[in-house]
C-alpha cells in the first residue's frame, strides 16, 4: 500500500494500537464505569419492583379466566358458592342485539351463573303449572323464588328469565343452539319459539343476539383456548423443549471434536429437512385435491379464529411450499458462492472449538442466561395480567322503559332502596364493565408501557451481560501466553465479577439505547394497527419507511453492543469509548469482517436452522395426531399450532443460547486477533499472542481467497509503517 494510501487509511479510521509489553489480556486494575447510568437503572428497577407490589394488591387474574355475572361474582371459581356453576346465562339473549352492547361490551339483561345450560324450550307460565317443571326452570332464576309467588310478582322483581331456550356452553357462556333446517334458521329443531309473553317469534330473531354477544367475547374467546391449551399441553411443551436443549447441547459438544464434519453435516440436514417440508407441504396439497372447499383462496376466506381452517386450503400449503423452496435455492446458493470461505470459516470454528475446550464452563453459561430470561419474562406477564385485570367492576343501570337514569353508574349493595330504584322501579342495577376514574386507573395505561420498556431494558441487560461475561473469558483464552496455565482459574466467573462489579452501568448505558430503539419499534406498530383502516396511501408508505429504518438501527445497534462489550471486556472502559474503539478496529479490518466474520454467523445460523427443524417436525407429527403411535397420547387441543408454535420459538431461542457461546467465542477471537496484529508483528521481541494454527487460517489461506489477501497487504503494510516509526525513534 503507498505511503500517501496507509496515512489517509488510518486517518480515517483511527491510529492502530502501539506495543505494549505490559500488556498480558483482560486488565484487572480497572475502575467503574457509567456510574450514572448504573444508578438510573437502580432507580428504573425499583421503580418496576414498586409498579409490581401496585398492580399485584390492585389485579385479579380471575376477571380474565371466568366469566363474570351481574353481581360481579365469578362463574366455576374453585372455593366459591359457584365452583359448580361454570356457564354464564343470559336472562334474555335478544337484549344483547342492542347497539349499546358494542359501546359498553355488556348485555343489559341480568346474567347469572349455572350448572347447566337450558336444554329445552319452556316459558314461565308453562313451567309454573308443572311441579317438575317449575323445579327445573328454578335453576336458572335468583335466589328467593317461592311456589307461593305469582307470575306477575316474579317477572316484576327480575328473578326469573320469561323464557327458556335450548343453549350450549360457548366458551362458558350459554348461547342458543342455533342450526340450519332447510335454509331456515332453527333453535331446537324448530324454526319459531314463544318468547315468554305469548307471543311467537323466528329462530332467526336471536341471531342479532348471538351475533353482538360474540362480538363482545370474540377477542376473549380466542384467549381462552389458546389459555386452555397451554393448560393442556404445558407439559409437552416443557419436555419438547428439554429435546432441544439436550440436542443443542450435544451438537456443541460434537463441535467440540468434530467440528469439520459436524460443520458438513449441519449443511447437508438443513438442506435435507427443508427438503422433506417442501415434499410434505406438495403431499398436503395433492390430497386436497378435489375436496369441496379446498379450493377456496386465502383472500376470500378472511380470517379466522380457528387457524385449523387455513390447513384444509390448498393454496395455504402452495404458499408454504414456495416459501421453502425458496429458502433452500436461497442457501443452496450461498453454500456453492461462499464454498471457499466456507472451508476458512470452518477452520476458524475448530479454532473457537479449542478456545471452547479450556473455557468448558462457558457450554453452561447460556443456562444461567435462560434461567434470568426467564424470569424477566415471567415477571413481565404477571405484572402485564395484573395491570390489565386491576380494574374495578363497574355496575349500571339497565331497565326496560324510559329513565333518567339509565346507563348511569349504581352501588347494587343499596340499589333497591336508592332514588334511582324509586325513580325508575322496573330498572336493574347490574355488572357492566372493569374500568375505574381513580388516578391510579387512569394511568394504566401509563404503567403497562412502563413494564413493557423496563422488559425491553432488563432482557437486554441480560443478554449483556452474558455477552461480556464470554468475551472476557475467551479474552482471557486468548492472550494468555501459555495456555492454560496464564488463564484464571474458573474464567467465566473471574468475567462474570468484573462486568457486575465495574460495569453494571456500561451494561445499562448499551441495553437502553437498544430498548429505546424496540419501544420505538412497539409504537410504530401499535400505530400501523391503528391505522389499518386508513386510506391515505402517503401515511402507510411513512410507516413503512420508519419500521423499516428502525429496524436497521436495531440491527447496527446489537452489532456495534456486542463489540463494544468484548473492548469493555479486554480494557474496562467506559461504553462510548469502548463502542468508538471497536468500530474503528472493525473499519480498520472490514474487509475480513465481511469475508470471515458473518460467513461464521452464517454457519451457526444453519444450525439453529437444523435443530429448530427437527424439534418443530417432530412437534408437529406429535401435536397433530398424525402418527398412530402418538394419536392417544398427545393432548386433545383446540388449535394444535399453539404448542407447535411454542415449541418452535423456544427451540430457537434455546439453540440461539447454545450457540451464541461459539458466535461470542469467534467474534473475540476476531477483535483479539485484529488487536494482535496492530500490538506485535511476530518478532521475538513482539510476538503474536495468536496460535500457529490462527495465524495460518487467516493469513496462509489468504492466497485462497483474494479479499482476504487485500487484507493481508494491508497488514503488511502496518507492519511497515511500525517498522519506519520505530526506526526514526
Not at 340450519?180 to 332453527?186: N, R
Not at 404477571?382 to 333518567?404: G, M, R
Not at 395426531?625 to 411454542?646: D, M, Q, S
Request: aromatic share 14%; proline share 4%.
Amino acid at each position: 500500500m503507498p505511503d500517501g494510501g496507509e496515512e489517509e487509511f488510518y486517518g480515517k479510521n483511527g491510529e492502530p494500537r502501539k506495543y505494549d509489553a505490559n500488556f498480558k489480556g483482560p486488565i484487572q486494575n480497572r475502575g467503574c464505569t457509567d456510574i450514572v447510568c448504573c444508578i438510573l437503572f437502580a432507580i428504573a428497577i425499583l421503580c418496576y419492583i414498586a409498579v409490581g407490589i401496585l398492580a399485584w394488591s390492585q389485579g385479579d387474574p380471575r376477571k380474565v379466566i371466568y366469566p363474570t355475572d351481574s353481581r360481579g361474582q365469578f362463574c366455576g371459581q374453585a372455593g366459591t358458592p359457584l365452583a359448580n356453576k361454570p356457564n354464564l346465562f343470559y336472562f334474555n339473549i335478544m337484549k344483547c342485539a342492542s347497539p349499546m352492547v358494542l359501546l359498553e361490551f355488556q348485555c343489559p339483561t341480568t346474567q347469572m351463573c349455572v350448572e347447566k345450560c337450558p336444554e329445552k324450550f319452556m316459558t314461565l307460565v308453562k313451567a309454573y303449572s308443572n311441579h317438575n317443571d317449575f323445579a327445573y326452570y328454578k335453576t336458572f332464576c335468583k335466589e328467593g323464588v317461592t311456589n307461593t309467588m305469582g307470575i306477575p310478582q316474579i317477572l316484576s322483581l327480575g328473578l326469573c328469565p320469561a323464557m327458556l331456550t335450548p343453549s350450549r356452553p360457548f366458551t362458558r357462556r350459554c348461547f342458543p343452539a342455533l342450526g340450519l333446517k332447510e335454509g331456515v334458521i332453527t333453535v331446537g329443531n324448530n324454526t319459531r319459539f314463544d318468547d315468554g309473553s305469548g307471543n311467537m317469534r323466528d329462530a332467526k330473531d336471536l341471531m342479532d343476539g348471538v351475533k353482538n354477544a360474540t362480538v363482545v367475547i370474540e377477542a376473549r374467546q380466542v384467549v381462552m383456548k389458546i389459555f386452555e391449551d397451554y393448560t393442556q399441553s404445558w407439559y409437552w411443551i416443557l419436555i419438547g423443549l428439554v429435546i432441544a436443549m439436550v440436542t443443542s447441547l450435544l451438537f456443541i459438544i460434537l463441535l467440540r471434536f468434530l467440528a469439520g464434519i459436524m460443520v458438513w453435516v449441519m449443511i447437508v440436514m438443513v438442506i435435507l429437512v427443508i427438503g422433506y417440508g417442501i415434499f410434505h407441504c406438495y403431499m398436503e396439497y395433492a390430497a386436497l385435491k378435489g375436496q369441496a372447499g379446498a379450493n377456496v383462496t386465502l383472500q376470500d376466506l378472511g380470517f379466522q379464529t380457528d387457524f385449523a381452517v387455513y390447513l384444509q386450503i390448498r393454496q395455504t400449503w402452495l404458499a408454504f411450499m414456495i416459501i421453502l423452496a425458496i429458502v433452500d435455492v436461497i442457501i443452496i446458493l450461498l453454500l456453492i458462492f461462499l464454498r471457499k470461505r466456507i472451508l476458512i470459516a470452518i477452520a476458524l470454528i475448530k479454532e473457537a472449538s479449542r478456545a471452547v475446550a479450556h473455557v468448558m464452563s462457558s457450554l453452561f453459561y447460556p443456562l444461567f442466561t435462560f434461567v434470568l430470561l426467564a424470569m424477566v419474562i415471567a415477571y413481565w406477564a404477571v405484572t402485564a395480567v395484573f395491570l390489565s385485570t386491576s380494574n374495578e367492576p363497574i355496575y349500571k343501570v339497565f331497565n326496560e322503559t324510559a329513565c333518567d337514569h339509565s346507563r348511569k353508574t349504581c352501588d347494587p349493595a343499596n340499589y333497591s332502596t336508592s332514588v334511582e330504584k324509586a325513580q325508575c322501579p322496573d330498572s336493574e342495577c347490574l355488572f357492566a364493565f372493569y374500568g375505574g376514574e381513580t388516578p391510579y386507573h387512569k394511568y394504566l395505561v401509563g404503567l403497562q408501557f412502563y413494564n413493557v420498556f423496563l422488559f425491553f431494558w432488563c432482557a437486554n441487560f441480560v443478554t449483556a451481560l452474558g455477552q461480556m461475561t464470554l468475551a472476557g473469558a475467551f479474552a482471557s483464552y486468548y492472550w494468555a501466553v501459555v495456555k492454560p496455565d496464564d488463564m484464571p482459574a474458573f474464567p467465566v466467573f473471574s468475567s462474570l465479577g468484573r462486568s457486575l462489579r465495574y460495569h453494571t452501568g456500561t451494561l445499562a448505558f448499551g441495553s437502553l439505547i437498544l430498548s429505546i430503539v424496540q419501544i420505538i419499534r412497539v409504537l410504530l406498530e401499535y400505530l400501523d394497527h391503528k391505522l389499518k383502516g386508513a386510506q391515505n396511501k402517503f401515511t402507510k408508505f411513512l410507516l413503512c419507511c420508519m419500521k423499516c429504518c428502525f429496524w436497521c438501527l436495531e440491527k447496527c445497534i446489537k452489532f456495534l453492543n456486542r463489540n463494544a462489550y468484548i473492548m469493555v471486556a479486554i480494557y474496562g472502559k467506559s461504553f462510548c469509548t469502548s463502542a468508538r474503539d471497536a468500530f474503528l478496529l472493525l473499519m480498520r479490518n472490514m474487509i475480513r469482517v465481511a469475508v470471515l466474520d458473518k460467513v461464521t454467523d452464517f454457519l451457526l445460523f444453519l444450525g439453529k436452522l437444523l435443530i429448530v427443524g427437527l424439534v418443530g417436525i417432530f412437534a408437529f407429527f406429535f401435536f397433530s395426531g398424525r402418527v398412530k403411535a402418538f394419536e392417544n397420547t398427545a393432548p386433545h387441543l383446540h388449535y394444535y399450532w399453539v404448542p407447535i408454535l411454542t415449541v418452535v420459538v423456544g427451540s430457537y431461542l434455546i439453540a440461539h443460547g447454545f450457540f451464541s457461546v461459539y458466535a461470542m467465542c469467534v467474534d473475540t477471537l476476531f477483535l483479539c486477533f485484529c488487536e494482535d496484529l496492530e500490538r506485535n508483528d511476530g518478532s521475538a521481541a513482539k510476538p503474536y499472542y495468536m496460535s500457529s494454527t490462527l495465524r495460518e487460517i487467516l493469513w496462509k489461506k489468504a492466497a485462497e481467497d483474494p479479499s482476504l489477501s487485500s487484507a493481508r497487504q494491508q497488514d503488511d503494510g502496518h507492519l511497515k509503517q511500525q517498522a519506519r516509526e520505530e526506526e526514526a525513534a
